[in-house]
T-cell receptor
Framework: KAGVTQTPRYLIKTRGQQVTLSCSPI?????VSWYQQTPGQGLQFLFEYFSETQRNKGNFPGRFSGRQFSNSRSEMNVSTLELGDSALYLC?????????FGPGTRLTVL | DAKTTQPPSMDCAEGRAANLPCNHSTISGNEYVYWYRQIHSQGPQYIIHGLKNNETNEMASLIITEDRKSSTLILPHATLRDTAVYYC??????????????FGTGTRLTIIP
């Protein structure tokens, strides 16, 4: 079974731009969560989607948004990028207690 | 979700058992203990989880104290590939399952050849 895939793997943007990251969960998994990892703040929960509905949300500003499609694929969007948004963005899918993480998208904001 | 306390770093000789402690003194009755690890620059990997009974799988064993205020992850025969940051997480499980993981700073385990 294929694992969680994330695209792109690396991305460079400039301040003020917006970015969209994509996550394809493991086949059959309907829950997709997003996390941000930075050296200063560690791994932080962004939000979770289940059956196209946002079910849980972390403490991030409204510039961070997401959505989930009927095939369970998910995207997250960050608008008006700031230098502090440079991070590894991780997506995880699950069907039960275990979350399966993708390799992440490393976003650099210049 | 309850907070956890882990030592920032530990070393273990290759081939020996690695015992990683975690304190979660404010854990609630409906919160599970989860362990994940993250090898450098990769996504976290699930290891094991439990509620109050000890658990074992092909990767590790989880020992939870009777009062559930602390636990120990045991890697029985550590190899160099076990070098990683290990996260102990306590998380509530709702009707929808475990919804979010609150990661702390973890323990950086280094396996020494």
């Amino acid at each position: 079974k294929a694992g969680v895939t994330q695209t792109p793997r690396y991305l460079i943007k400039t301040r003020g731009q917006q970015v969209t990251l994509s996550c394809s969960p493991i086949s059959g998994h309907r829950s997709v969560s997003w996390y941000q990892q930075t050296p200063g703040q560690g791994l932080q929960f962004l939000f979770e989607y289940f059956s196209e509905t946002q079910r849980n949300k972390g403490n991030f500003p409204g510039r961070f948004s997401g959505r989930q499609f009927s095939n369970s694929r998910s995207e997250m969007n960050v608008s008006t990028l700031e230098l502090g948004d440079s991070a590894l963005y991780l997506c995880a899918s699950r069907t039960g207690a275990e979350q399966f993480f993708g390799p992440g998208t490393r976003l650099t904001v210049l | 979700d309850a907070k956890t306390t882990q030592p920032p770093s530990m070393d273990c000789a290759e081939g020996r058992a690695a015992n990683l402690p975690c304190n979660h003194s404010t854990i609630s009755g409906n919160e599970y203990v989860y362990w994940y690890r993250q090898i450098h620059s990769q996504g976290p990997q699930y290891i094991i989880h439990g509620l109050k009974n000890n658990e074992t799988n092909e990767m590790a064993s989880l020992i939870i104290t009777e009062d559930r205020k602390s636990s120990t992850l045991i890697l029985p025969h550590a190899t160099l590939r076990d070098t990683a940051v290990y996260y102990c997480i306590v998380s509530r499980v709702s009707n929808f399952g475990n919804e979010k993981l609150t990661f702390g700073t973890g323990t950086r385990l280094t396996i020494i050849p």
